[in-house]
């Protein structure tokens, strides 16, 4: 079966890697032309947002836009991942804190922040992943990255458990505000559970599952997703011309970021952004 560009939302499993899920959506899409934006850990669930056929590359340009997670965070014990899959380092016990105290330890991280990405995430360092320089036995530390956290609500504290949501930029470890809660509670801590709620406009809501997937495979168009995700233009005939050929435009666009811009009949052609008094082509979607 063949099917049309666009993306699809998938609500990931626990215990199944991104590029799993990308396996399982090329078979039912028929094509290999199939990408993510931006991956999810084995252990965390909820949207992965895959882009089929042309639809891969707006990928890159949602990868840049905020997200949202559930988590839970388990202080008092310090893993080599900062999550529960990493091997325990050390146990503190918690038993002097007070709940007032976690939630200030977790204010703290609302707002722009400099920090630093878990030795096992998918950051290259020279060329070679973080994560795999840590399985070959090296040391590694990676310079703390800004990052900003527009909300972090702490809905619970259950004695060492802490269930928080996060609405953060592109870039933020929940894993490493875990580490850096505890670190500040003098404990230690880790990322025990992960669910990520959003991505962009995309969010559980209209996501499926790999089973429904199965059932019913469906495909939200490549200019749906597009006026979902992006400030939109609508062109006149000489305009969508001209964009058809990547020229510049000169107009001014409603955003500073990608604009997507339609011709008269409403196809889908491109991302614009703004270049000085022009508008120059990110990303031409046409022919």
Known sequence: MLVEPGLVVVDKPGGLTSHGVVARVRRLAGTRKVGHAGTLDPMATGVLVLGVDRAT??????????????????????????????????????????????????????????????????IKVDGKRAYQRVRDGEDVALAPRRVTVHELVVHTVRGDEVDVSVRCSSGTYIRSIARDAGSLLGVGGHLTSL????????????????????????????????????PTLELDEQQAADVRFGRKLALALPSDGPVAVFAPGGDFLALYERAGDVARAVAVFTG
């Open 195 to 230: 669910r990520r709620t959003a991505v962009g406009p995309f969010d559980l809501d209209g996501a499926r599952t790999l089973e429904q997937l199965e059932e019913h495979f469906a495909v939200l168009p490549i200019g749906d997703a597009a006026r979902a995700a992006f």
């Open 57 to 122: 590359r707006l990928l890159g340009h949602l990868m840049l836009t905020e997200k949202a997670y559930d988590a839970t965070v388990r202080l008092g014990v310090t893993t080599t991942t900062d999550d529960a899959e990493g091997e325990v380092l050390e146990t503190r016990s918690t038993a002097g804190l007070e709940e007032q105290a976690v939630r200030a330890a977790f204010a703290t991280f609302v707002g722009e922040i400099d920090q630093v990405p878990s030795s096992v995430s998918a």
